[in-house]
């Protein structure tokens, strides 16, 4: 391998921009060679903007080129499986977008077809990364709550409250808010307590039909509110919501956090961006005393505690991890087994939220049959 890891990068949306090329426009163990997307003047703006040579507007021939290490996979949902199951097969190194794919079964192909390539391969779960989320992990980790018997955890936005048409609540492109963001909690949940799930009780739900977008009319309109209980292997209980329609006008995203242990408890409320940003970290211990927590300074390296992105432009974390993995020969984390477990997840929540009861994770009946 030359001494950057020789990058292709495929999707020009928005978030491509924003936690992609950005974030690698100055980071020495990165060379971006290439761009492909189908909007070609968007194309050809962000490839003037961070100087990429290679534009295509197919992603196959962007994955044809012999001057690639690896590619980054950033398109929708329903384009996952193809697209990177295509990279594999050249024998690229693959970062895919989360979800990893839309259903189990899909993204237990890609995770088998990545591990028989032999290739590194990672799904950008993001919030893994947060400072704030790696010192909860560290505290749980260090037994400050002693064993833990609950967990809540809520994610709140607002961007689909428009009522137009966005893929991600698209029923045949995507799983709504619960792949979109819950499969985000559903990740944040193993990777805390270090434990797996073992059973989910859903209950989906639409509050903003799209029923009637201009060429999508009659086409039924995708959960945009879940909320999730569950059971983890060890016995302790957890709890995820989400939602993208949430009236607030300033709050773009919204995180809570609720543990529950034998020794304590922890609360985290943490709004991004807007003129109500803030972060409010604090412990409950036995007999009542509430004690407010700030991250520790190390925990943020070089990121400005009051940007919640900058993080991912200062430290080798996100798709900067991934290609600093490379490099080096780590296997990268989160890997696509943390994707299919997430999407194990999904998918039996999805089935008990239409058989309204209990489903065992991974077996696909209701628990207890």
Same mark, same amino acid.
């Given at each position: 391998?030359?001494?950057?890891?020789?990058?292709?990068?495929?999707?020009?949306?928005?978030?491509?921009?924003?936690?992609?090329?950005?974030?690698?426009?100055?980071?020495?163990?990165?060379?971006?060679?290439?761009?492909?997307?189908?909007?070609?003047?968007?194309?050809?703006?962000?490839?003037?903007?961070?100087?990429?040579?290679?534009?295509?507007?197919?992603?196959?021939?962007?994955?044809?080129?012999?001057?690639?290490?690896?590619?980054?996979?950033?398109?929708?949902?329903?384009?996952?499986?193809?697209?990177?199951?295509?990279?594999?097969?050249?024998?690229?190194?693959?970062?895919?977008?989360?979800?990893?794919?839309?259903?189990?079964?899909?993204?237990?192909?890609? !995770?088998?077809?990545?591990?028989?390539?032999?290739?590194?391969?990672?799904?950008?779960?993001?919030?893994?990364?947060?400072?704030?989320?790696?010192?909860?992990?560290?505290?749980?980790?260090?037994?400050?709550?002693?064993?833990?018997?609950?967990?809540?955890?809520?994610?709140?936005?607002?961007?689909?409250?428009?009522?137009?048409?966005?893929?991600?609540?698209?029923?045949?492109?995507?799983?709504?808010?619960?792949?979109?963001?819950?499969?985000?909690?559903?990740?944040?949940?193993?990777?805390?307590?270090?434990?797996?799930?073992?059973?989910?009780?859903?209950?989906?739900?639409?509050?903003?039909?799209?029923?009637?977008?201009?060429?999508?009319?009659?086409?039924?309109?995708?959960?945009?509110?879940?909320?999730?209980?569950?059971?983890?292997?060890?016995?302790?209980?957890?709890?995820?919501?989400?939602?993208?329609?949430?009236?607030?006008?300033?709050?773009?995203?919204?995180?809570?956090?609720?543990?529950?242990?034998?020794?304590?408890? !922890?609360?985290?409320?943490?709004?991004?961006?807007?003129?109500?940003?803030? !972060?409010?970290?604090?412990?409950?211990?036995?007999?009542?005393?509430?004690?407010?927590?700030?991250?520790?300074?190390?925990?943020?390296?070089?990121?400005?505690?009051?940007?919640?992105?900058?993080?991912?432009?200062?430290?080798?974390?996100?798709?900067?991890?991934?290609?600093?993995?490379?490099?080096?020969?780590?296997?990268?984390?989160?890997?696509?087994?943390?994707?299919?477990?997430?999407?194990?997840?999904?998918?039996?929540?999805?089935?008990?939220?239409?058989?309204?009861?209990?489903?065992?994770?991974?077996?696909?009946?209701?628990?207890?049959?």
């Amino acid at each position: 391998m030359a001494d950057r890891v020789r990058l292709g990068v495929i999707g020009t949306s928005g978030w491509a921009e924003l936690l992609y090329l950005n974030t690698l426009r100055d980071y020495d163990d990165v060379e971006l060679v290439a761009l492909a997307g189908r909007n070609e003047a968007r194309l050809a703006e962000l490839a003037e903007r961070f100087a990429i040579k290679g534009i295509h507007r197919d992603y196959r021939e962007l994955i044809a080129r012999d001057d690639l290490d690896a590619v980054a996979v950033v398109v929708p949902d329903d384009l996952h499986k193809e697209v990177t199951l295509a990279v594999i097969e050249r024998g690229l190194h693959v970062l895919c977008e989360k979800p990893l794919a839309n259903s189990a079964a899909d993204a237990r192909q890609m !995770l088998d077809a990545a591990q028989r390539a032999g290739v590194s391969h990672m799904v950008l779960f993001t919030w893994r990364w947060q400072p704030h989320f790696q010192y909860v992990k560290a505290l749980i980790e260090a037994g400050t709550f002693g064993r833990i018997y609950r967990t809540h955890l809520s994610f709140i936005t607002n961007f689909a409250h428009d009522g137009k048409y966005q893929w991600r609540l698209d029923p045949a492109r995507a799983n709504g808010v619960l792949g979109d963001l819950g499969s985000h909690l559903f990740d944040l949940a193993r990777w805390l307590t270090g434990e797996e799930i073992a059973s989910v009780s859903a209950d989906l739900g639409t509050a903003v039909s799209r029923r009637a977008i201009a060429g999508h009319e009659g086409r039924p309109s995708n959960n945009d509110f879940a909320h999730v209980t569950f059971r983890y292997t060890g016995g302790a209980q957890g709890i995820v919501d989400v939602t993208n329609v949430s009236h607030d006008s300033d709050r773009i995203v919204q995180h809570l956090l609720r543990v529950e242990g034998e020794n304590g408890a !922890l609360e985290l409320d943490h709004v991004l961006f807007g003129s109500g940003a803030k !972060l409010s970290l604090k412990s409950f211990r036995p007999g009542g005393e509430t004690v407010p927590l700030e991250v520790p300074a190390e925990f943020y390296g070089a990121a400005n505690p009051a940007d919640a992105l900058s993080v991912y432009n200062t430290t080798p974390i996100g798709v900067r991890g991934f290609v600093s993995a490379i490099r080096a020969g780590r296997r990268p984390a989160p890997d696509f087994e943390d994707g299919w477990r997430a999407q194990q997840l999904v998918d039996a929540a999805l089935l008990s939220n239409a058989e309204r009861g209990w489903v065992e994770v991974g077996v696909g009946r209701p628990a207890g049959r």
